[in-house]
């Protein structure tokens, strides 16, 4: 009888010892913990060299998926499964853009926008309209528009700090640009990329159609500087446009979810996640491979810290981010149908670099109130947790009045590599990735046991 009691003051002791150790503590161990691992890392690298081009729809990304299914399973967390959906997805087979000068074709480096149509099998050939941007096209004639290929060839304005605001002042041309033109009757339409450098990646994304499509692609920077000065040499020339392209009926895909069941309250979810499809054109180290392997590592790192949580820890790596964001609708729409109940939830999106911060959407309380972690994360790079936009993917939630957090990276190099060829796994710094995980894990750790 006493060996009993023994042992089990000795295991409610093992229980409490994380509740009794300070928060610093407990922090200090999670960095000691990630800084030596080398677990997202090498789960990155996995995903980069055997699921590159994860888009919705593609056999990477159900290879990602099982992946990272296999993954967490072996992780030993209490549940892992997959929400299925139904959408529809596109893909993209081939792209030829050229530029024809007399008898001279010449490529120019371009992808595909998604869900662009396919132009005819010998190509789209048409006159070219430059214009600085949306309202620069609404402003010519209808009969100057019609049958012609726009090129909407403003730059990004790099004069904003941060990466994401100059993303902010050019990715209209991409997003609205195309289904704009094809309102006006234009033929198709290139899109300068949304970028920090001038190089020869075309980055891809997402763009708006309405009822009309028109076949759409975006030049590599360089590229788009190349048709710009031809067209000032000869405003007559044209471009011959080739897309094969595929529209997928409808699939089933899923979001990929683990959960560590919390001890006090297990019906309350903190939610950590990032999204683990890529566009067609990449590796998706940092879009968004880098917030997938580090939402993964938070639970190893509970569970090989023995850190217990009161609430569930669920991890959610959402499908289709890039596309038609299904991933986050259809969570939030399974939750609904499920009456489950979401705590807070963070999402990983804005690449595997240093850390800088956190942001947060949720009422100014809370937002004031989480800041106060500041001052514990700062040692290990946190220099600032604000109000702000969060991610894709958890923002159905918001809805619910769930309080959102978005983890946020220095994003200098962030636009350099977004949606094109150059996010590969060569960019990741495993220090910084690792870095990651630990303030993502030392922020669940600290809401899950101080509240909100
Ligand atoms: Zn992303």
Known sequence: MRKLLLFSLVVFIMNSAYSQESDEKVIEKIFDNVLVSNEAYNNLKHLCKYAPGRLIGSEESVIAVHFMKEYLEKLGVDTVFLQEFETPAWKCNHISIRMLLGDTEINLRADALGPSPSTPEKGLIANVIEVQGIEDLKSREKSEIEGKIIFYNRPVDMTFINTFRVYGSAVDQRYYGPAVAAELGAAGVLVRSVST?????????????????????????????????????????????????????????????????????????????????????????????????????????????????????????????????????????????????????????????????????????????????????????????????????????????????????????????????????DKIHPRELQLGSGCMAAMIYLIDKHGL
């Open 197 to 425: 450098r001038v190089d020869t990646f075309p980055h891809t994304g997402a763009t708006g159609f309405g009822e009309k499509r028109i076949p759409c692609a975006a030049l590599s920077t360089v590229d788009a500087n190349i048709l710009s000065d031809a067209l000032k040499i000869d405003n007559n020339l044209k471009v011959k446009m080739i897309i094969d392209a595929e529209d997928i009926d409808i699939i089933t895909s899923f979001n990929l979810i683990a959960d560590i069941v919390g001890n006090e309250y297990p019906d309350e979810y903190i939610v950590v996640g990032g999204h683990i499809d890529s566009w067609h054109n990449t590796d998706g180290a940092h879009d968004d491979g880098a917030g997938c392997v580090q939402s993964a590592d938070v639970l190893r790192i509970f569970k090989e810290l023995g850190i217990k949580n009161n609430r569930t820890i669920r991890v959610i790596l959402y499908m289709d981010e890039e596309l038609f964001q299904k991933g986050g609708t259809s969570y939030a729409e399974y939750t609904e149908e499920n009456n489950i109940k979401h705590y807070m939830a963070l999402e990983a999106d804005a690449g595997g670099f240093s850390p800088e911060g956190f942001t947060v959407d949720a009422s100014d309380s809370i937002v004031e109130f989480i800041s106060g972690y500041r001052k514990i994360l700062e040692p290990y790079g946190i220099y600032y947790i604000k109000k702000g936009g969060t991610g894709v993917d958890i923002e159905p939630l918001k809805k619910f009045g769930v309080p959102l957090m978005g983890y946020r990276t220095n994003p200098h190099r962030y636009m350099d590599l977004h949606h094109s060829a150059y996010d590969t796994f």
